[in-house]
């Protein structure tokens, strides 16, 4: 039955609709006063340390956690998720 599943899964046309993952990296809580005062160069504090573990979502359904990275090579500079815990997607994380 999972075989039949996994087979139907990979030649659904669904399967080739990209979806938009959220990464969460931290929050922040100014006051009302800190966040009118935010200007070019402000700093916002967040919740975070650099070596936490980021939070990535569909909606709102967490579906793995992973550590960020810097690309090598061509991509030089932009930033990339290294998956450490995936979620069984029918259950949760």
Do not use: W
């Given at each position: 039955?999972?075989?039949?599943?996994?087979?139907?899964?990979?030649?659904?046309?669904?399967?080739?609709?990209?979806?938009?993952?959220?990464?969460?990296?931290?929050?922040?809580?100014?006051?009302?006063?800190?966040?009118?005062?935010?200007?070019?160069?402000?700093?916002?504090?967040?919740?975070?340390?650099?070596?936490?573990?980021?939070?990535?979502?569909?909606?709102?359904?967490?579906?793995?956690?992973?550590?960020?990275?810097?690309?090598?090579?061509?991509?030089?500079?932009?930033?990339?998720?290294?998956?450490?815990?995936?979620?069984?997607?029918?259950?949760?994380l």
């Amino acid at each position: 039955m999972a075989d039949d599943t996994q087979n139907a899964a990979q030649t659904s046309p669904f399967t080739q609709v990209p979806i938009e993952i959220m990464i969460s990296v931290g929050k922040a809580r100014p006051t009302v006063h800190e966040l009118l005062r935010l200007k070019n160069d402000s700093i916002l504090q967040l919740d975070k340390k650099l070596e936490d573990p980021v939070e990535l979502y569909v909606g709102d359904k967490l579906i793995a956690r992973g550590e960020l990275e810097e690309v090598g090579g061509e991509g030089s500079g932009q930033l990339a998720v290294r998956l450490t815990e995936v979620a069984d997607l029918s259950t949760g994380l």
